[in-house]
Nanobody
Framework: DVQLVESGGGSVQAGGSLRLSCVAS?????????LGWFRQAPGKEREGVAS???????TYEDSVKGRFTISQDNAKNMVYLQVNSLKAEDTAMYYC???????????????WGQGTQVTVSS
């Protein structure tokens, strides 16, 4: 079974930073895999935030470019999301997702974590 577990969320003031982590078991990142971070705010649809492929290629949603950085450690099967300059509108549950194959905007993922909450106060 593939399992993803996120951590690192919390409550911060606007302008603050967090580092979200996701550890995966059962899906080796060194293989042809796409890893993504998503978020969902109350009353809003889930949206993709960033993705990274096993080869290191990354994509970002426009509203987080320059503030968020996705990275991975293939040896540890970890994917990270460094979130800086946080804004109140970044408040959401953040989810890690993974699947085999390439990354592309709007792709579906078969494997999801339970989420970690990020709350930004202004």
């Amino acid at each position: 079974d593939v399992q993803l577990v996120e951590s690192g969320g919390g409550s911060v003031q606007a302008g603050g930073s967090l580092r979200l982590s996701c550890v995966a078991s059962g899906l080796p990142f060194s293989r042809h895999a796409c890893l993504g971070w998503f978020r969902q705010a109350p009353g809003k649809e889930r949206e993709g935030v960033a993705s990274i492929h096993s080869d290191g290629a990354t994509t970002y949603e426009d509203s987080v470019k320059g503030r968020f950085t996705i990275s991975q450690d293939n040896a540890k099967n970890m994917v990270y999301l460094q979130v800086n300059s946080l804004k109140a509108e970044d408040t959401a549950m953040y989810y890690c997702a993974a699947d085999y194959g390439p990354c592309w905007h709007g792709r579906a993922y078969n494997y999801w974590g339970q989420g970690t909450q990020v709350t930004v106060s202004s």
